[in-house]
C-alpha cells in the first residue's frame, strides 16, 4: 500500500512558511510575493518528486525542472526587495534573474540526458552565491526592515541560503549517483535523506520567520564610520532630530529606514550613515535614545503601568526595552519609576513644610 511521501511534508512547511510571510501586511507587497512564489514553487517541486517516486507518474519529470529554476530567483529578489528604498527589486536585479531564467530555459531543451540535472545545480548554485554576497552587506542595508529588527532578517537569509545549498547538495549526490551506478535503491536513500535535511531547515525556517517578522530585537551592529562628520550630515541629522521630537515618529515600532528616507525627500542609506558620522552609533541605537527618553519622561510624569509606558514608547520586546532602558540610564524602568516617584514623595514634604 502507498503511503504519504516523505516530500509531501516538505511541501505542508513550505506552505506554512508562506502563509506566514504573505499575511504579514508590514513587509513591502513585492516582497510577500516574491517569498511567498518562491515557497510555493518549492512545495510544487517536492510534491512532484512523491507523485515520482511513490506513485511512478514519470510524466512529471518533463515540467518539474522547469519549476525549480525558479525557486532561489524568487527568493533573491525577495530579499532584494527588502534592501529597496521602493520596496521593490531593481531593475538591475530583475535583469539578471531574466537573463539567469532565460539562459537556464534554453539550457533545458539542450538534446543532453544529464543536461537537466546540470542546470537546475548551476542555476542554484549562481542564485546561491547571490544570496551569500548579501549576508556580507551592513546591517542597515534591509531599509525595509526596521532596524531593531535586522539581525533577525540576516538569519533568515541565512536559512534561504542554507537551503538552496541543501538543495543543490542533494541534487548532486543524485547526480553523481545516477551517472556512477543508476541504482535505484541508492538514488531513494540519497532522496530521502535529502528530504529529512530540507525538512529540517524549512522546520527552523517554520520557527524562525515569525520571530523575524513579529519579534523585536537589539541591533548589535557595530559597523560605525571613523570620518568626521561633514556639514551635510550634520544638516540631514538637525531635520531628521526635528523629526523625531516634533512628530514623535519612533513611537512607531515598524519605523525603518526607507520610511525615514522618504520623510525626509533623502536615500535611507544617506540617513544611517549621518548617525553614524555625527553621533558613532547605528541607526537602531538612536532611535532607541528617542524611544528610551520619552519613555523616562512617562515613566516621571504619569501613573502608567511600564507594560504601557513601553508599548507607547514603541518597544514591542520587555527584554529589548528593558535592555535599552538600563544602557542609558543605568537602571530598569521599575527602578527608574520607584526612585522618581519616590524623590517627588520627598519634593512635596518639603514643599508642605515649607508652608506651614
Given at each position: 500500500?502507498?503511503?504519504?511521501?516523505?516530500?509531501?511534508?516538505?511541501?505542508?512547511?513550505?506552505?506554512?512558511?508562506?502563509?506566514?510571510?504573505?499575511?504579514?501586511?508590514?513587509?513591502?507587497?513585492?516582497?510577500?510575493?516574491?517569498?511567498?512564489?518562491g515557497?510555493?514553487?518549492?512545495?510544487?517541486?517536492?510534491?512532484?518528486?512523491g507523485?515520482?517516486?511513490?506513485?511512478?507518474?514519470?510524466?512529471?519529470?518533463?515540467?518539474?525542472?522547469?519549476?525549480?529554476?525558479?525557486?532561489?530567483?524568487?527568493?533573491w529578489?525577495?530579499?532584494?526587495?527588502?534592501?529597496?528604498t521602493?520596496?521593490?527589486?531593481?531593475?538591475?536585479?530583475?535583469?539578471?534573474?531574466a537573463?539567469?531564467?532565460?539562459?537556464?530555459?534554453?539550457a533545458?531543451?539542450a538534446?543532453?540526458?544529464?543536461?537537466?540535472?546540470?542546470?537546475?545545480?548551476?542555476?542554484?548554485?549562481?542564485?546561491?552565491?547571490?544570496?551569500?554576497?548579501?549576508?556580507?552587506?551592513?546591517?542597515?542595508a534591509?531599509?525595509?526592515?526596521?532596524?531593531?529588527?535586522?539581525?533577525?532578517?540576516?538569519?533568515?537569509?541565512?536559512?534561504?541560503?542554507?537551503?538552496?545549498?541543501?538543495?543543490?547538495?542533494?541534487?548532486?549526490?543524485?547526480?553523481?549517483?545516477?551517472?556512477?551506478?543508476?541504482?535505484?535503491?541508492?538514488i531513494?536513500?540519497l532522496?530521502?535523506?535529502?528530504?529529512?535535511?530540507?525538512?529540517v531547515?524549512?522546520?527552523?525556517?517554520?520557527?524562525g520567520?515569525?520571530?523575524?517578522l513579529?519579534?523585536?530585537?537589539?541591533?548589535?551592529?557595530?559597523?560605525?564610520?571613523?570620518?568626521?562628520?561633514?556639514?551635510?550630515?550634520?544638516?540631514?541629522l538637525?531635520?531628521?532630530?526635528?523629526l523625531?521630537?516634533?512628530?514623535?515618529?519612533?513611537?512607531?515600532?515598524?519605523?525603518?529606514?526607507?520610511?525615514?528616507?522618504?520623510?525626509?525627500?533623502?536615500?535611507?542609506?544617506?540617513?544611517?550613515?549621518?548617525?553614524?558620522?555625527?553621533?558613532?552609533?547605528?541607526?537602531?541605537r538612536?532611535?532607541?535614545?528617542?524611544?528610551?527618553?520619552?519613555?523616562?519622561?512617562?515613566?516621571?510624569?504619569?501613573?502608567?503601568?511600564?507594560?504601557?509606558?513601553?508599548?507607547e514608547?514603541?518597544?514591542?520586546?520587555?527584554?529589548?526595552?528593558n535592555?535599552?532602558?538600563?544602557?542609558?540610564?543605568?537602571?530598569?524602568?521599575?527602578?527608574?519609576?520607584?526612585?522618581?516617584?519616590?524623590?517627588?514623595?520627598v519634593?512635596?514634604?518639603?514643599?508642605?513644610?515649607?508652608d506651614?
Open positions: 500500500m502507498n503511503t504519504v511521501p516523505t516530500s509531501w511534508l516538505i511541501s505542508i512547511l513550505a506552505v506554512f512558511i508562506a502563509a506566514a510571510v504573505v499575511s504579514r501586511p508590514r513587509l513591502p507587497i513585492a516582497a510577500r510575493v516574491l517569498f511567498g512564489l515557497l510555493s514553487f518549492n512545495a510544487v517541486v517536492t510534491v512532484f518528486v507523485l515520482r517516486l511513490e506513485y511512478g507518474v514519470d510524466g512529471l519529470s518533463q515540467v518539474q525542472p522547469h519549476v525549480a529554476i525558479l525557486i532561489a530567483p524568487s527568493l529578489l525577495g530579499f532584494q526587495s527588502l534592501a529597496s521602493s520596496g521593490f527589486p531593481t531593475r538591475q536585479c530583475l535583469q539578471r534573474v537573463i539567469g531564467i532565460g539562459a537556464a530555459e534554453l533545458l531543451f538534446p543532453l540526458a544529464w543536461s537537466v540535472d546540470v542546470v537546475v545545480i548551476a542555476t542554484n548554485t549562481v542564485f546561491a552565491v547571490l544570496l551569500s554576497m548579501m549576508l556580507r552587506q551592513p546591517s542597515d534591509f531599509v525595509q526592515v526596521a532596524p531593531s529588527k535586522s539581525r533577525l532578517t540576516r538569519l533568515a537569509l541565512f536559512f534561504a541560503l542554507l537551503f538552496v545549498v541543501l538543495v543543490i547538495a542533494a541534487d548532486t549526490a543524485i547526480f553523481v549517483a545516477v551517472l556512477s551506478a543508476g541504482n535505484a535503491g541508492v531513494d536513500l532522496t530521502g535523506v535529502s528530504g529529512v535535511g530540507v525538512a531547515v524549512l522546520l527552523c525556517a517554520l520557527i520567520v515569525p520571530l523575524v513579529g519579534a523585536q530585537s537589539a541591533d548589535g551592529s557595530h559597523e560605525i564610520t571613523a570620518q568626521e562628520p561633514l556639514k551635510e550630515n550634520q544638516d540631514l538637525s531635520k531628521l532630530d526635528q523625531m521630537m516634533e512628530h514623535q515618529v519612533f513611537t512607531d515600532p515598524d519605523l525603518t529606514l526607507a520610511r525615514l528616507g522618504r520623510r525626509l525627500h533623502c536615500p535611507a542609506r544617506s540617513v544611517s550613515k549621518a548617525v553614524n558620522r555625527v553621533h558613532g552609533e547605528n541607526i537602531s538612536y532611535i532607541n535614545g528617542y524611544r528610551v527618553r520619552h519613555a523616562a519622561m512617562l515613566l516621571k510624569t504619569t501613573d502608567l503601568p511600564v507594560t504601557d509606558i513601553m508599548l514608547a514603541g518597544f514591542q520586546s520587555k527584554s529589548s526595552f535592555t535599552e532602558f538600563r544602557r542609558l540610564t543605568g537602571q530598569t524602568p521599575s527602578i527608574y519609576k520607584r526612585q522618581e516617584k519616590g524623590e517627588e514623595n519634593r512635596n514634604r518639603d514643599l508642605t513644610r515649607s506651614t
